[in-house]
């Protein structure tokens, strides 16, 4: 190999090294608490560099751990004790997912959920914080906290939301802007069948009834009792497609 050979060998070399990205490890350690940063240096020649986080922070029956969410988003998710009966509260008091576990949903950022967890050893209720861009995930052990009279699973959320809702929608005056305003609060809320009825009546069409069951169907907490929505509609045509949406 001559000279000027050696030379352009020697120059490419170092720009295939200067393109590789590198990870980092930061790990931190706090009582109660584990924390782990992975940081991918994609700056030279690559998209931006970005944080990967994981907490996990574990306590008396349940382990709870934070990812971060590749699209932005902030979800809530109960993992175990698999097939054991789950109910979901939001920071209002309203319930946002029932039934047995696993569940998840969509969440808010900054809120704060209580988790009820029931077995035959007893019954474990504890917030939890749902973070901005996050995933939130509930290992529940051992449960063994007793609730004394606490509500049946898919019981109503308190009136006064209801309300607030119902005043929400009263305010508008086109069926478009009505359902706009039921779908903002079906977003981070759950919405039992007694509930769904009375809000589907505060439309006055068949259409924009069907279109409102679409939009709480996901939210129902209490399915078992669906068959008190067919009542809801006037024309067979609109309770036959009540069924399909709920079936």
Avoid at 111 to 133: H, L
Avoid at 224 to 236: E, L, P
Wanted: glycine letters at 8%; a neutral charge.
């Amino acid at each position: 190999m001559n000279r000027r050979s050696l030379l352009v060998a020697a120059l490419v070399v170092p720009c295939f090294a200067f393109a590789q990205e590198t990870d980092t490890d930061i790990g931190a350690s706090v009582p109660g608490m584990n924390v782990n940063i992975r940081i991918k240096d994609g700056n030279r020649g690559g998209p931006a560099a970005r944080a990967v986080v994981h907490q996990e922070q574990r306590g008396d029956g349940f382990r709870v751990a934070w990812d971060t969410d590749p699209d932005n988003d902030t979800w809530f998710k109960v993992l175990s004790p698999e097939g054991a009966s789950v109910r979901v509260l939001d920071p209002n008091n309203f319930p946002v997912a029932s039934g047995t576990v696993p569940v998840s949903f969509q969440a808010r950022g900054k809120a704060f959920y209580s988790v009820e967890i029931r077995t035959g050893a007893g019954v474990f209720t504890k917030k939890f914080e749902a973070r901005d861009g996050m995933v939130t995930q509930v290992w529940v052990l051992a449960p063994t906290t007793v609730i004394v009279q606490a509500e049946p699973v898919g019981a109503c959320g308190p009136e006064s939301d209801l309300q607030a809702v119902t005043a929400g929608i009263e305010e508008e005056s086109f069926s478009a802007g009505k359902l706009r305003v039921l779908e903002d609060a079906m977003s981070a809320r759950g919405v039992c069948v007694d509930h769904a009825v009375r809000l589907m009546k505060l439309f006055d069409f068949e259409a924009d009834k069907i279109a409102a069951l679409k939009l709480m169907a996901p939210r129902l907490t209490d399915r078992q009792n669906k068959f008190k929505i067919y009542k809801a509609f006037d024309f067979d045509a609109s309770r036959d497609e009540a069924k399909k949406i709920l079936k």
